[in-house]
Antibody, heavy 118, light 111 residues
């Protein structure tokens, strides 16, 4: 099970930190990702992190502004979002998956809504 | 980082088959057998229905099948049922830059 938290309303230029608490599987050996969905729009991959945090990947749209991290002792993944823009408004999902699953995501959280507006 | 191309809509009657295409490039779908398909009902999180082009996770009906030819992947839903009405998204590994790319989504309507 995956449970996101930390969403909310923030002004442009502001920051938020999202959390994804995992349970029911071996989090420390699982690659994880963040995927977002703007209102009424499609899915957009945002960022991915390997099981040991050695590899981190970002979409061009968030590179330099967002930072993905994880704490394998707390079974939790994070997304630090800085310099937020209006077009970052979306539901942010955490998802379990990566190379071991053929770069697919077999478990998703329910998402947390981030709203960026003046 | 361009999205994969999917038709915005598809439809079929109950019992019929429908195929949804997903077109990429030689750098993503054409280069790797790492195409996935997701089903998303309104207000719900996506659900994995196909991984690695053709693999069905446990619990996914065998009415769902995937295939790939060159840089185009396809999802076929056979024996359409009312509960298949949903949005469907394809994705592909992009070789780390980008790591992953999604299609724009296809809204499947069961007539």
């Amino acid at each position: 099970q995956l449970l996101e938290s930390g969403g909310g309303w923030v002004q442009p230029g502001g920051s938020l930190r999202l959390s994804c608490a995992a349970s029911g599987f071996a989090f420390s050996t699982s690659a994880m990702s963040w995927v977002r969905q703007a209102p009424g729009k499609g899915l957009e991959w945002v960022s991915a992190i390997s099981d040991n945090s050695y590899y981190r990947f970002y979409a061009d749209s968030v590179k330099g502004r967002f930072t993905i991290s994880r704490d394998n002792f707390r079974d939790t993944m994070y997304l630090q979002m800085n310099s937020l823009r209006v077009d970052d408004t979306a539901i942010y999902y955490c998802a379990k998956g990566g190379m071991a699953l053929g770069y697919s995501y077999d478990s998703w959280g329910e998402g947390t809504l981030v709203t960026v507006s003046p | 980082q361009s999205a994969l191309t999917q038709p915005p809509s598809a439809s079929g009657s109950p019992g019929q088959s429908v195929t949804i295409s997903c077109t990429g490039t030689s750098r993503d779908i054409g280069a790797y057998n790492y195409v996935s398909w997701y089903q998303q009902h309104p207000g719900k999180a996506p659900r994995l229905i196909i991984s690695e082009v053709t693999k069905r996770p446990s619990g996914v009906p065998d009415r769902f099948s995937g295939s790939k030819s060159d840089s185009t992947a396809s999802l076929t839903v056979s024996g359409l049922q009312a509960e298949d009405e949903a949005d469907y998204y394809c994705s592909s590994f992009g070789g780390n830059d980008p790591y992953l790319v999604f299609g724009g989504g296809t809204k499947l309507t069961v007539l």
